[in-house]
């Protein structure tokens, strides 16, 4: 069975048991492709996706190369400012917020809020997503785990080659210590494989 099917299946379940918005965090490494599987699985089960990166912390490469391992992946995305979305979304409301600025990228929001209306899916997409701080609001925890090679070549096609030896030196051990100290596969409801 491909991903998208998958993981529709998987949301499908959840949905014939019980009414409301069903909220799922699809977690993964880098470049897993999360996104696109985001993108393909929303219209077949009429969900709204939440780009995780909207809610990344900021932060000089001083800063972040001077924090551990476990200080990157705790402070990479602001769960803080999830919470109040999800749960507005999770009660059928509309939610707003401010993305994180790429443009300006200086720890600033941008001024335009980004909002969203409420569906019958709601999918938090990106890496540290299903983190612990969150799981009281999730009803689906998906890990989509690829390999390294895949993750690597997805990375470049993404980014560009010089950004491969950035992205290793400065998240690549962050996303070790979550994967494996925070939530292993084992924390997940569903592991997908990625191919």
């Not at 949905?15 to 699809?26: E, N, T, Y």
């Not at 001077?66 to 995305?77: I, Q, R």
């Not at 925890?141 to 895949?150: Q, S």
């Not at 491969?164 to 925070?182: G, I, L, M, S």
Request: charged share 25%; aromatic share 8%; proline share 6%.
């Amino acid at each position: 069975m491909d991903a998208v099917s998958e993981l529709a299946g998987h949301i499908r379940r959840i949905g014939s048991d019980r009414p409301g918005p069903i909220l799922v965090a699809l977690d993964g490494r880098s470049a897993a492709g999360k996104s696109t599987l985001a993108g393909e699985v929303a219209p077949l089960v009429g969900a709204v996706v939440i780009d995780g990166d909207d809610f990344y912390s900021g932060g000089t490469a001083e800063t972040w190369d001077a924090m551990s391992a476990a200080e990157k992946a705790n402070h990479c995305l602001d769960w803080r400012r999830q919470r109040p979305v999800l749960e507005k979304l999770a009660s059928g409301l509309a939610a707003t917020w401010h993305p994180y600025d790429w443009e300006a990228d200086d720890g600033s929001l941008a001024l335009t809020p980004v909002v969203c209306e409420s569906a019958p899916v709601i999918i938090l997409d990106g890496a540290y997503s299903a983190r612990p701080e969150l799981a009281d609001l999730f009803d689906l925890r998906v890990l989509l785990d690829a390999p390294a090679v895949l993750r690597s070549a997805q990375l470049i096609e993404r980014e560009g080659e010089g950004y491969q030896e950035e992205w290793n030196t400065r998240w690549d051990e962050a996303e070790q210590w979550y994967f494996a100290k925070v939530m292993p596969p084992e924390s997940f409801d569903v592991v997908i494989e990625a191919s």
